[in-house]
């Protein structure tokens, strides 16, 4: 289930039946074998979801090494597994 504005509901999804206003009863009628308990733990799970994704996203990681020649500005060598850890 998601929200959006009622305009793009009504004259779009709705028309083409591809979905239904949420009206006491409906989901039931639609899907009377998922409980309400149900439907709130997969919005949970699907909080928690966006929640990681965000904070991941935010995460930047930088591989450096020093180099093993007196010019920095210009990197020869390359980068091994054991480098890495």
């Known amino acids: 289930m998601v929200k959006v504005k009622e305009g793009y509901a009504f004259n779009d999804l ?26 709130e733990i997969k919005k949970m799970k699907y909080k928690e979801e966006v929640n ?16 093993s020649f007196s010019n920095i500005n210009v990197i020869k060598d390359n980068i091994s597994k054991e480098d890495i850890a």
């Open 14 to 39: 709705i028309r083409r039946r591809i979905a239904v206003f949420d009206f006491p009863g409906v989901r039931q009628r639609l899907f009377p074998n998922i409980s309400n308990e149900m439907i």
């Open 52 to 67: 990681f994704k965000n904070k991941i996203e935010k995460i930047s990681i930088e591989f450096i090494k020093n180099p």
